[in-house]
């Protein structure tokens, strides 16, 4: 179980593969890995959107990340969990959130996986302020319920 | 007894500051701090707190050197 808070652009791909090669004990028991990737988009709520700075609380964003990781391993049969956040300046195609889960079978692993990122998204304190194209900033108000269909 | 108080995000840009310390005598909820800190502002609706880093209450009440911490709905991933 990790948490990592990066400032700078991170390949996703190579934080799993590193992951899984150095970190992770049990190398042949594992028989799932769920991930999910989050990835800057250069639109939102209708407007172009150049950038964006990813504001946190240290010291709180990781105890918060650590506390969901746990709650995941409680409720599922878990090998392994990753969690790697951008914060800082963020443009359009950075990776903004990498979530792996390493587990016997496959359910466990969609379902903790799922679970992390909607904890994530509703109680871990990072904060997006984006530049849109016309100049102006604008702090995003609120993550949306990801288990509502739109 | 003293306290610190943060705000983060818009918060901080609404209250015009990101921290500072808070002397008290009395006992004090994370309301009461609030109301002093932001010299009566009105609360804002969604208004999340932390004690000392971990999810806490308005009714909470603040010991000699805590971490008091106010935000808006977070909005990472």
Redesign the interface.
């Known amino acids: 179980m990790k948490v990592k808070i990066c400032a700078e652009a991170f390949n996703p791909w190579q934080e799993i593969q590193g992951y899984q090669d150095t970190a992770l004990e049990a190398s042949a028991k594992f028989g799932a890995t769920s991930i999910f990737i989050?990835t800057m988009r250069d639109f939102n709520e209708g407007v172009g959107v150049q950038s964006m700075t990813?504001?946190?609380?240290p010291?709180?964003t990781e105890?918060?990340l650590e506390k969901i990781l746990t709650d995941a391993g409680q409720q599922w049969q878990l090998i392994d969990t990753y969690i790697v956040?951008r914060v800082g300046e963020i443009k359009p195609d950075d990776t903004?959130?990498l979530v792996a889960v390493w587990s016997s079978h496959r359910g466990d692993a969609f379902d903790a996986c799922r679970f992390i990122?909607e904890a994530?998204?509703?109680?871990?304190?990072?904060?997006?302020?984006e530049l849109l194209d016309s100049g102006q900033t604008r702090?995003?108000?609120?993550?949306t319920d990801g288990y509502q269909k739109t | 007894m003293s306290i610190k108080v943060?705000y983060?995000?818009?918060l901080g840009e609404r209250v015009g500051r990101s921290e500072g310390d808070l002397e008290f005598t009395q006992a004090m909820t994370v309301r009461d701090v609030w109301q002093l800190d932001t010299l009566g502002k009105p609360i804002p609706d969604?208004l999340l707190v932390?004690v000392n880093?971990?999810?806490s209450e308005l009714d909470f009440q603040v010991q000699d050197g805590d971490e008091v911490?106010f935000?808006?709905?977070?909005?990472?991933?």
Do not use: C
Request: net charge positive; charged share 20%.
């Open positions: 989050g990813l504001d946190y609380y010291g709180m105890k918060q956040h903004i959130v990122m994530l998204k509703s109680t871990a304190p990072f904060w997006k302020k702090w995003v108000e609120k993550n | 943060r983060f995000a818009s969604n932390a880093m971990e999810y911490a935000f808006p709905p977070v909005t990472g991933g």
